[in-house]
C-alpha cells in the first residue's frame, strides 16, 4: 500500500523558513518521480514544484509563483521528499501535499498534507 | 498557465441520481506525444484529494464504473451514476499536459 507521510509544518513569521519532509513507503521510492501541492482554505489544489527520479538526473520544475524561494529534493537512501521553504509570505498559508507521480498523472496518490500557517 | 474552468460550481443530487461536470481547458490538453493528461479527482470532507480519473477516460485502481470520464481537446466530462453518500465532495478537474500542471476551481456535490 502506498504511504505518504508528511511533517515539518507549523507557524511560522512572515520571511521565515520551513523545511517539509514527506517519508513515502509501499512502493519503490527511487523509481518514481513527486511533486508537492499546496491547497489554501476554500481554494484548489496549486502544484508547486516535481522532481525526477535518478534516471532522470533528479532534475526538478517549479510553479513560477514559487520559483526561487521553495527547493525540492528526495533522499532516495531514506526514502524522502523535502521541500525548503524560505522568505515565507501570508500568502503561502495552506496544507502541503506530496504526491507520487503515476500513469501520467502527478497526483496518483497524496499524502494526507501538514499545516503551514504564515503569520506574525 | 492553462486555465481550467469547472461547471458548474455546486451540485445537488438525490441518491440513486446521475451526475455530469463539465471542465474546460484554455488550451488544448493533447500532449506532443499523443496523450491527453487530463484528470479527475474527489476530495471528500477532512481529506487529501484522490485520483479517480487520468488521461481523460481512465478509471484508477479500485474505483467504481460508476464514474466515467470522456472528452477531448479543450472540453471534458465527469458523469456519476448511481450516486452514493461516499461520493459527496468536491471534484477537481486537473491538467498536467502543460507547465505547470492546474487544476480547475472544483464542483462541490451534495445531497438534494
Known amino acids: 500500500e502506498v504511504k505518504l507521510l508528511e511533517s515539518g509544518g507549523g507557524l511560522v513569521q512572515p520571511g521565515g523558513s520551513l523545511r517539509l519532509s514527506c517519508a513515502a513507503s509501499?512502493?519503490?521510492?527511487?523509481?518514481?518521480?513527486m511533486s508537492w501541492i499546496r491547497q489554501s482554505p476554500g481554494k484548489a489544489p496549486e502544484w508547486l514544484s516535481f522532481?525526477?527520479?535518478?534516471?532522470?538526473?533528479?532534475?526538478?520544475e517549479y510553479n513560477p509563483s514559487v520559483k526561487g524561494r521553495f527547493t525540492i529534493s528526495r533522499d532516495d537512501t531514506q526514502n524522502v521528499l523535502y521541500l525548503q521553504m524560505n522568505t515565507l509570505r501570508a500568502e503561502d498559508t495552506a496544507i502541503y501535499y506530496c504526491?507520487?507521480?503515476?500513469?501520467?498523472?502527478?497526483?496518483?496518490?497524496w499524502g494526507q498534507g501538514t499545516l503551514v500557517t504564515v503569520s506574525s | 498557465d492553462v486555465v481550467m474552468t469547472q461547471t458548474p460550481v455546486s451540485l445537488s443530487v438525490s441518491l440513486g441520481g446521475q451526475v455530469s461536470i463539465s471542465c474546460r481547458s484554455s488550451q488544448s490538453l493533447v500532449h506532443n506525444n499523443g496523450n491527453t493528461y487530463l484528470s479527475w479527482y474527489l476530495q471528500k470532507p477532512g481529506q487529501s484529494p484522490q485520483l479517480l480519473i487520468y488521461?481523460?477516460?481512465n478509471r484508477f485502481s479500485g474505483i467504481s464504473d460508476r464514474f466515467s470520464g470522456s472528452g477531448s481537446g479543450t472540453d471534458f466530462t465527469l458523469k456519476i451514476s448511481r450516486v452514493e453518500p461516499d461520493d459527496l465532495g468536491v471534484y477537481y478537474c486537473?491538467?498536467?499536459?502543460?507547465?505547470?500542471?492546474?487544476f480547475g476551481a472544483g464542483t462541490k456535490l451534495e445531497l438534494k
Open positions: 488521461k481523460v477516460s
Open positions: 509501499g512502493f519503490t521510492f527511487a523509481d518514481f518521480y
Open positions: 504526491a507520487k507521480h503515476d500513469i501520467g498523472t502527478t497526483g496518483a496518490y
Open positions: 522532481i525526477r527520479n535518478k534516471a532522470n538526473s533528479y532534475t526538478t
Open positions: 486537473g491538467q498536467g499536459t502543460q507547465y505547470p500542471p492546474t
